[in-house]
């Protein structure tokens, strides 16, 4: 792809200046919501443009393409999200790349994480990932799994849960987007309430490019944005 350095600058300033409107209705300011750039679908070139445009938070959903890009463009002031799922024998090579994990679906998923944290003496922040919509094909703790696991998963060293992500159902459009990004929001609301005190559930990852302004709207703090930033490069 031939990229135009001036189109993606438009389309990230489109991207952020509707993040900010949403987050005004919302009732906060655009710095309370974090853009995590989406860069699955896109080479060395462009993520080199997004990092010039000003996005340094990137996301990747596959662990293999994370290794390769962290160590291309390691000279580039990035922190990676590892926002796909991950299995048990990628984490010890994933960690010491990324700022976040988003997508822990599981409880022996969290302590392989803190187990490869313990080694190399970290605390490595993750969100837990919830199925929200319930589909059979998507990964993530169910809502009614939380009360009893909480406190397991509080007492696992060198891991710091700071929130919930979802993705909302592949059909049902805005409307049903809207419900189950507000069923996130009230989850994480009624957990805060029981939850250990050492797991904080400030973070809400929710919305990508076709549904962030919603996912805004009902409260997300950080939201995962890919082709909405690449249109007309």
């Known amino acids: 792809m031939n990229i135009s350095l001036q189109h993606l600058q438009e389309n990230v300033a489109e991207v952020r200046g509707r993040i900010a409107a949403a987050a005004v209705r919302s009732g906060r300011c655009a710095s309370d919501v974090r853009l995590v750039a989406v860069t699955k679908y896109v080479g060395p070139d462009e993520i080199r443009g997004l990092v010039a445009a000003g ?3 990137l996301g990747e959903s596959r662990p293999q393409q994370l290794w390769d890009r962290a160590a291309e463009l390691r000279d580039l002031p990035v ?4 926002i796909g ?10 960690l010491p790349l990324v700022a976040m994990i988003h ?3 599981s409880l022996r998923l969290a302590a392989a994480i803190a187990a490869a944290a313990g080694k190399i003496d970290r605390t490595v922040p993750v969100l837990l990932e ?5 589909e059979p094909a998507k990964q993530g703790f169910a809502p009614e799994e939380f009360e009893p696991i909480l406190p397991k998963l509080a007492v ?16 049902g459009g805005g409307d049903e987007a809207r419900r189950e990004f507000a069923g996130l929001r009230t989850l994480r609301d009624r957990l805060q309430a029981c939850a ?3 797991i904080r559930l400030g973070e809400l990852s929710m919305g990508m490019s076709g549904d962030y302004e919603i996912a805004i709207e009902e409260g997300a703090t950080i939201v995962r944005v890919g082709s909405a930033l690449f249109e007309n490069l």
């Open 156 to 171: 696992l060293a060198h891991i710091q849960i700071c929130g919930l992500m979802c993705m909302a159902g592949l059909e």
């Open 196 to 198: 250990p005190a050492a």
């Open 130 to 134: 919830v199925n929200i919509s319930r």
């Open 55 to 57: 996005c340094t938070d």
């Open 103 to 105: 997508s822990v679906d």
């Open 85 to 94: 799922h991950m299995q048990r024998n990628k984490v010890e090579r994933t």
């Open 79 to 82: 922190r990676w999200h590892m």
